[in-house]
């Protein structure tokens, strides 16, 4: 079946580590996102990627670093810097890889907590 | 700044009512998106509805852009319909994409 995962379902760290977050597709998308989603909220994109080896900053990127090595993989990691990292993590994808207007499919979402 | 608004914040319902949830937005957008997340996270593609109406069994979606607002009824509700539904838009001016903050749904049995 085609979709998109992501692993782990749940992860605790502690304060100041470094902790990757993994997505993979097998939709054949070119565009890949990260979105962060706190209690009660929408959604904000940390970056996304229209093709491989390349990237961009969303509206809350600071703290968050990616790579996009592989069309169907992009790992989102989570570093020391981002003040709050506790949160609801979804990796979603699109066909598009020129443009926004393409319809985006999600993962079923990482849980972080930082203690 | 662009916005994107979705009223109720919350609505709580009768099994067997139907349900209208809005979505405004701000400014003209190219593309427009209707998700149901359900208790586990899960975001669930309904519609994707740049403009015009659809619909897919009991539920439906009309986007009148050149108004900027979208509607999703859901007629004859079921208590597997619960969860938070967010619209999600791209604006014409800048390509950027922008969640509502979502409407909860609580249909009680």
């Known amino acids: 079946d085609g979709g998109i995962t992501q692993s782990p379902k749940y992860l605790f760290r502690k304060e100041g580590q470094n902790v990757t977050l993994s997505c993979e597709q097998n939709l054949n998308h070119d565009a890949m996102y990260w979105y962060r989603q706190d209690p009660g909220q929408g959604l904000r994109l940390i970056y996304y990627s229209q093709i491989v080896n390349d990237f961009q900053k969303g509206d809350i990127a600071e703290g968050y670093s990616v790579s996009r090595e592989k069309k169907e993989s992009f790992p989102l990691t989570v570093t020391s810097a981002q003040k709050n990292p506790t949160a609801f993590y979804l990796c979603a994808s699109s066909v598009g890889s020129a443009e926004w207007d393409y319809e985006q499919y999600f993962g079923p979402g990482t849980r972080l907590t930082v203690t | 700044g662009i916005q994107v608004e979705q009223s109720p914040p919350d609505l709580i319902l009768q099994e067997g009512a139907n349900s209208t949830l809005r979505c405004n937005f701000s400014d003209s957008v190219n593309n427009l998106q209707w998700f149901h997340q359900n208790p586990w996270g899960q975001l669930i593609n309904l519609f994707y509805?740049?403009?015009g109406t659809k619909q897919n069994g009991r539920l439906s979606a009309t986007t009148v852009a050149t108004e900027r607002y979208s509607l999703l009824y859901i007629s004859s509700s079921q208590t597997t319909d619960s969860g938070v539904y967010f619209c999600a838009a791209v604006m014409n001016r800048d390509d950027k994409i922008i969640f509502g903050k979502g409407t909860r749904l609580h249909i009680l049995p």
């Open positions: 509805i740049p403009s």
